[in-house]
C-alpha cells in the first residue's frame, strides 16, 4: 500500500524504490519475530543503491563495508519471538531483544533516515513503513502481507508526530538495562524537528501504543460503514452464543452496517475455534470470507498451486464513495486491541479512489471439516525470564542482564547444545560480568552469536547483543599487505566492491570455510613499489578525515579503519608486515612510517578521538619502527642513528619538529 493506492508489489521492491539513490544515514526496524541471518542477506542490502554479490560471505563483506556511511542501526524484537534456527546475526548493528512485561512486542516498521543531494547542499527525509511482516523469510518472501510507505521531509508539518514520539518513548521505556539507544534517538531528533499541525481531513493517522483500537477508529472513522476485516489470528472469544472479544468490541463500537471477516482455511481446516466460527456465522449481518483473485496462491495456475499464509492484518470500512483502510500489526485479539495488551503500530488512509465493491467474497457453501485456532506467538517459548548477553570486543568482557522479579539460582548457557559456562548466583536488574568468559568469546562467536539458557527447568535461545563489532576479525579474508594497500587505494566504493568479487574468484568458494590469505594475480606491481604504499596511505587518510569530519561524525568508520580487526583495517596490515621477516625491510620501513604519519595527523586534527587507543597504537609503532631499523646494516651504530635521524626528520616534516607524546 503507497499513498491511497493498494498495490500488488514484491515488499522489498516497495522499500528499495522508496529510498531512492538517497544515502541511508540511520535506519530502524521494529518486529515481533527476527531472523538475523535472512535480515542481514536480504533486507539490510534494501539500504543501498547498488548490488551486492550472491555468494553469502562475500555479499557480508560489502555489507560490512557499505554499513560504514550508516551512522546509527537497530533492530528491537520480541525477545521470545527470535528464530534461532537460521544464520546467526554477523554485521555491526544494535541487536535489542524487548519483552514487555504484559503482551508481546508486536509492531512491524521500518524509519529510515534518508539524505538527498539537492545541489551543494542535503535534504534529509524519513522513509516510513508500517507494516504486518515480521523480518523473517515468511514475511518478506512468502506470507501475504501489507505494507504502507509514507515520506516526510525534513522540517515538514506532520500530523502524526505525537503519536510517533510516544511510540519511540514507549519502546525506550520498554529496554530497561539504561544501554544506549542511539539509533532510535536519531530518528526520535528527525521527528521532533518536524511541524505538528490540527489533522487534515484526509491526513494519514498513525496509531500507536497507548490507545485502544476501537476508540481510535471510532474517533477517525465514525460509525455506519460496511466492514471488511483480514486477520490471521482471532481471540476466539464467545459470549451467549455471540463473537466477543476483539471482534465483538469493534462490531459494538463501530455498529457496521455489513461485517465480512476472512477465514483462514487450508485444505477443509478452518484457522479458529468451532465455537467461534459458529457464534460468527450466525450473526444476521456478520459473514465468514475468504480473498478474492490470485493473491493466496503460489503459483500462476489454479491446479496443483499452494495457497500462500495470509498475515497480512487489513480493516476496511466503505460505502458509496468513500473508504478508509487501516492496516499494520494488529490482529483481531484484544491484546492487539486494547490499552496495556501488546505493543502494536498501524496506519489509517483514506482512498482518494474507493472501490465500491466488497474485497472478500462471502462462504456460501463451504462449511469447515475441522478447526484448528493458534494464536500468534504460541509456538515460541513462553519464558518468564528475559536475560540478555552483551560481549564488548573492545574489553572481552561478558556481562548479562537478568531481567525479572525473581529468578532461579542459577543458569546454564549452552553453545551449539555443550554446555558452556555457568551464572551463579544470579543478580537481578543490574548488568554483571561473567568472570572468566570474555576471552573465550572470540572463538564461540565465530560460530554463532546465538546461545541457549537454560533455567527453571525451560531453555531459551539468546541472541548476543555485540559491542565495539569495528574490532570484530573479519569472517571473510586475510588479505595480504599488497592488496590492503591496493583496497586502500581504490577511489570508488564500486571499485573495493569488485576487488573482493576478484578476491573470491581466485578461491574455492565450494568451501566457504576454507577462504583464507591468497595474493591475486598482480597484473600491475604499483602497489608493491613506494607510489602505490602513499597512494594508499593517502586515500585511507582521506576516508577517516571524511569520516571524522562529517555532521555528524561517523566515528565508528574512523575506528574501523586505525583500530579495527577486520580485513582491510590498519592493524591487520600492521601485523603483517611485522610478521613478514622474510620480506622486503625498505617496504616493511616505509609502510611503518606512514602508519606514524597518519596517526600522527589524526592526533593533531582530532586530539579528541579515541585518545587512549591512538596513543596504544603509536607506543607499539615506535617499538616496531624501532626493530625495523635494526635490520638494516651500516658502518657503524652511530652511522644508521645519524641517517634514521634525519630521514624520518624529513618523512615527518609536517608532523612539526616536537616530539610525538607516547604513552
Known sequence: MAGDVITSEVLSDALRTAIGSGRAKAALFFTFCFDPGFFEEHVLPLLFDESFSHVRKIRLAQLQEALLGVNELAVYYDARALEAEGESARLDYARIGLMPTSGFFHPKNVFVLVEDADGETAVERLVMMTASANLTRAGWWENVEVAHIEQITAGERCAYRPELLRLF???????????????????????????????????????????????????????????????????????????????????????????????????????????????????????????????????????????????????????DGEEFIFSGSANLTRPGHQAGGNVETGVLVRGESPRR?????????????????????????????????????????????????????????????????????????????????????????????????????????????????????????????????????????????????????????????????????????????????????????????????ARPPRAKEAVYRLFGEKYDSLPTLLRHVVEDTEGDGVRRYLILL???????????????????????????????????????????????????TWFKKMFLADLTAKPMEVA
Not at 476508540?215 to 460496511?226: A, D, K, P, S
Request: aromatic share 10%.
Open 357 to 549: 465493491e466488497w474485497l472478500l467474497r462471502r462462504i456460501e457453501e463451504e462449511e469447515p471439516e475441522d478447526f484448528a485456532p493458534e494464536k500468534e506467538g504460541e509456538r515460541e517459548v513462553l519464558t518468564p525470564y528475559h536475560v540478555i548477553l552483551r560481549f564488548d570486543w573492545q574489553t572481552r568482557e561478558l556481562s548479562y542482564f537478568w531481567e525479572s522479579k525473581a529468578a532461579p539460582q542459577r543458569a546454564e548457557v549452552l553453545v551449539a547444545g555443550v554446555p558452556c559456562f555457568e551464572i551463579e548466583p544470579i543478580v537481578v536488574n543490574a548488568w554483571a560480568s561473567i568472570a572468566g568468559v570474555g576471552e573465550r568469546m572470540p572463538s564461540l562467536l565465530k560460530t554463532s552469536s546465538f546461545v541457549d539458557v537454560y533455567a527453571g527447568g525451560i531453555t531459551f535461545s539468546v541472541l548476543i547483543r555485540e559491542e565495539g563489532m569495528e574490532r570484530r576479525p573479519s569472517l571473510l579474508f586475510t588479505l595480504t599487505p599488497e592488496e590492503i594497500l591496493r583496497y586502500w587505494s581504490l577511489l570508488t566504493h564500486e571499485q573495493r566492491q569488485a576487488l573482493l568479487e576478484e578476491k573470491a574468484s581466485t578461491m574455492n568458494i565450494a568451501d566457504q570455510h576454507a577462504l583464507c590469505a591468497r595474493s591475486l594475480p598482480q597484473t600491475d606491481s604499483m602497489f608493491d613499489r613506494f607510489a602505490g604504499i602513499f597512494h594508499a596511505f593517502g586515500r585511507l587518510e582521506h576516508c577517516v578525515r571524511s569520516a571524522l569530519d
Open 169 to 319: 518513548a514507549r519502546v525506550r521505556q520498554i529496554d530497561r538495562t539504561g544501554d544506549q539507544h542511539l539509533a532510535l534517538d536519531r530518528i526520535h531528533k528527525f521527528v521532533l524537528e518536524l511541524n505538528k499541525y490540527d489533522r487534515a481531513p484526509r491526513g494519514t493517522r498513525f496509531y500507536a501504543d497507548g490507545e485502544k483500537l476501537p476508540e481510535f477508529l471510532h474517533r477517525n472513522v465514525g460509525t455506519g460503514w460496511n466492514l471488511e476485516i483480514i486477520s490471521p489470528y482471532f481471540d476466539n472469544h464467545t459470549e451467549n452464543g455471540e463473537p466477543a472479544g476483539a471482534l465483538g468490541d469493534l462490531l459494538e463500537t463501530m455498529r457496521p452496517t455489513q461485517t465480512r471477516v476472512y477465514l483462514p482455511f487450508d485444505g477443509g481446516i478452518a484457522g479458529c475455534a468451532k465455537e467461534f466460527y459458529e457464534a460468527v456465522a450466525g450473526q444476521r449481518d456478520v459473514h465468514w470470507s475468504r480473498l478474492t483473485g490470485d493473491l493466496t496462491r503460489r503459483g500462476s495456475t489454479e491446479s496443483g498451486a499452494a495457497q500462500r499464509f495470509v498475515h497480512a492484518k487489513v480493516y476496511r470500512f466503505w460505502r
Open 594 to 644: 606512514c602508519a606514524l604519519q597518519l596517526l600522527g595527523k589524526v592526533k593533531r586534527r582530532y586530539p579528541d578521538f579515541e585518545r587512549s587507543e591512538l596513543l596504544r597504537l603509536l607506543k607499539g609503532l615506535h617499538l616496531d619502527i624501532a626493530a625495523a631499523e635494526k635490520s638494516f646494516t651500516f658502518s657503524t651504530v652511530s652511522e644508521r642513528l645519524k641517517f634514521f
